[in-house]
């Protein structure tokens, strides 16, 4: 019913940037919040940044200062603007969204995620 398509992953050398996109569509009536996950190889999936319907935003401390998370509300549309990108940043990255669906229930759904490769 929901589908979340992610966009701009890629490899980038230490100290460069990236921008992520997602775009949310389906059977919506309204999205609450979204938000950007990583998982790295072996390592267990953790929360990037977030952002509420009014542009509440919150970032893991340690890309605190170097990503910024937006939206789009009308276009059901979030980006993540990873600046000074370090090696430890190298993750599939996941999109996700809290969605009330055109029958009333809210439900969280995942992108299929988009890989961040930072090396020299």
């Known amino acids: 019913q929901v589908q979340l398509v992610e966009s701009g992953g890629g490899l980038v050398q230490p100290g460069g940037s990236l921008r992520l996109s997602c775009a949310a569509s389906g059977s919506i009536f309204t999205v609450y919040g979204m938000g950007w996950y990583r998982q790295a190889p072996g390592k267990q999936r953790e929360e990037v940044a977030t952002?509420?319907?009014?542009?509440?935003?919150n970032y893991a401390d340690s890309v605190k200062g170097r990503f910024t998370i937006t939206r789009d509300n009308a276009k059901d549309t979030v980006h993540l603007q990873m600046n000074d990108l370090k090696p430890e940043d190298t993750a599939v990255y996941y999109c996700?969204?809290?969605?009330?669906?055109?029958?009333?229930?809210?439900?969280?759904?995942w992108g299929q995620g988009t890989q961040v490769t930072v090396s020299s």
């Open positions: 996700t969204a809290q969605v009330v669906l055109t029958d009333g229930y809210e439900y969280g759904y």
């Open positions: 952002i509420t319907s009014g542009g509440s935003t």
